[in-house]
């Protein structure tokens, strides 16, 4: 697995379906307020087979690689959900997902799936932006007595606060593509002109207070 081409197919295939849209010029505002010139919905690669197919195939790849004692797959509520099934079955191992927090009925549960003590899991998300909720379901899955090797994603805006965040957390992530390798293609293919480039990456340095 060539991580380098990976991440620039991966990230060459989020502009085609339109997955990812760039918008330097006119900003989206994000759930958590920040501005942004970039908005990413990974959920849309599930709509174009051959592009799924190939997304599935290079996170069991990438968890073969760099997870190789994983006895089970988990999907990060909602969009790692189906990723993580997709990626469970072609590696032949048990999955399960992890709510944002435990249901207010019912059992009560938090984790859906069969969950067992000492159990080595691997978490699959679609998106990395902080690692807030990415991290909440590694906790749950550490609390219900079962190990995390670590989490696996589509991709990642390579913030230091999520660096930071997954260092704290003790958890390694590794990520078939990323910020740089989405701009890069975005240029190369036609999607942004070159005078774009320069307010990319100040967005990148400062999320939190560029607008």
């Known amino acids: 697995m060539d991580s380098s081409n990976t991440a620039h197919q991966v990230a060459s295939f ?60 988990a999907g990060v509520a909602t969009a790692g959900i189906a990723q993580g099934a997709l990626v469970a079955d072609l590696l032949e191992m048990p999955f399960l997902y992890v709510r944002p927090e435990p249901k207010k009925h019912g059992m009560g549960n938090q984790i859906e799936g069969r969950l067992l003590k000492g159990q080595k899991v691997v978490l699959v998300e679609d998106l990395i932006s902080t690692g807030g909720s990415s991290l909440k379901a590694a906790e749950a899955i550490r609390e219900a007595g079962a190990e995390v090797l670590g989490m696996a ?59």
Request: contains cysteine; negative net charge.
């Open 153 to 211: 994603a589509i991709f990642t805006y390579g913030f230091a606060l999520a660096d930071e965040n997954f260092r704290k957390a003790g958890i390694s992530l590794h990520c078939l593509s990323n910020y740089n390798a989405l701009t890069e293609a975005a240029l190369t293919n036609g999607y942004i002109p070159e005078s774009a480039m320069s307010t990319l990456a100040d967005w990148r340095k400062s999320p939190e207070t560029w607008s």
């Open 14 to 73: 989020l502009l085609e379906t339109e997955a990812v849209k760039l918008s330097p010029a006119q900003p989206f505002k994000w759930s958590s307020g920040w501005n942004s010139p970039i908005y990413c919905d990974n959920r849309v690669t599930l709509s174009f087979p051959y592009i799924r197919s190939y997304i599935k195939q290079q996170l069991a790849e990438l968890i073969k690689q760099n997870y190789a004692e994983a006895e089970a797959i």
